[in-house]
């Protein structure tokens, strides 16, 4: 086998899936090849590290039941003060909050639990400095930067207007509404460092824009209701 196609095997090599007629020649190259051997290291200790990660992603102990009381809160409020226009007003961020907690909870848990499964052996590790950059890999980060970029402008003024505005929403919500932010800025970030490494995944690309669009959503929907007391 020659060096490029071993290369492609590594991954399966080290998780046990080849069959024996192929494993036999791929274990003779790592032999005498020190970038195999080297590939093949790093593949292995991440297997270890992967194993030791906890095999689901729940969210924080008290995100349920904090979800459950913003909505009843929310029902209470609507209840005793229906007739109230601005009362109506502040009730609805309650339950926008809330759903933004749920949609920012399952964006991070997403994005970790599928990290976690791309630390198992089939992670692709970056190649040796000498070793050919992968154009197609490249094309995809550079298009998928112009599409943050813009997302990027998108958010930023509306992110402006919500610090401007917020002082007409009840201060829990807008706490609400911040941490959800927090959340997802986090998958955000966990995803993109994953995508500079692994250039060419078009799965992590799909990630990170929902999750770029759960942000930019949460922010408009609110900052439209700021804007309309």
Not at 35 to 48: F, G, P, Q, T
Not at 95 to 102: I, Q, S, V
Not at 160 to 169: A, H, K, N, T, Y
């Amino acid at each position: 086998m020659t060096h490029e196609v071993v290369r492609h095997l590594l991954d399966d090599y080290v998780a046990g899936d080849l069959t024996e007629d192929a494993r036999v020649p791929v274990l003779d190259h790592i032999g005498v090849c020190a970038i195999c051997r080297s590939e093949v290291d790093d593949l292995e200790k991440l297997a270890v590290q992967a194993a030791a990660l906890p095999r689901a992603v729940e969210p924080p102990v008290q995100a349920w039941a904090e979800i459950r009381s913003v909505i009843e809160r929310d029902a209470r409020v609507e209840r005793t003060v229906s007739r109230r226009s601005s009362s109506r007003f502040r009730a609805q961020p309650y339950a926008l909050a809330a759903a933004g907690l749920l949609v920012a909870l399952v964006s991070s848990g997403g994005t970790a639990l599928y990290l976690r499964e791309r630390a198992a052996p089939s992670v692709a590790v970056a190649p040796p400095a000498a070793a050919t950059a992968d154009p197609a890999g490249a094309a995809t980060l550079a298009a998928f930067t112009i599409e943050e970029n813009n997302y990027l402008r998108e958010a930023a003024p509306l992110a402006d207007v919500l610090e401007q505005q917020q002082g007409v929403l009840a201060p829990e919500t807008v706490a609400q509404l911040k941490k959800s932010l927090r959340i997802i800025d986090d998958a955000i970030l966990e995803a993109r460092n994953a995508l500079a490494r692994d250039p060419g995944n078009r799965t992590l690309v799909e990630m990170l824009s929902a999750n770029y669009r759960h942000k930019v959503d949460l922010l408009r929907r609110t900052t439209e209701m700021t804007r309309s007391s």
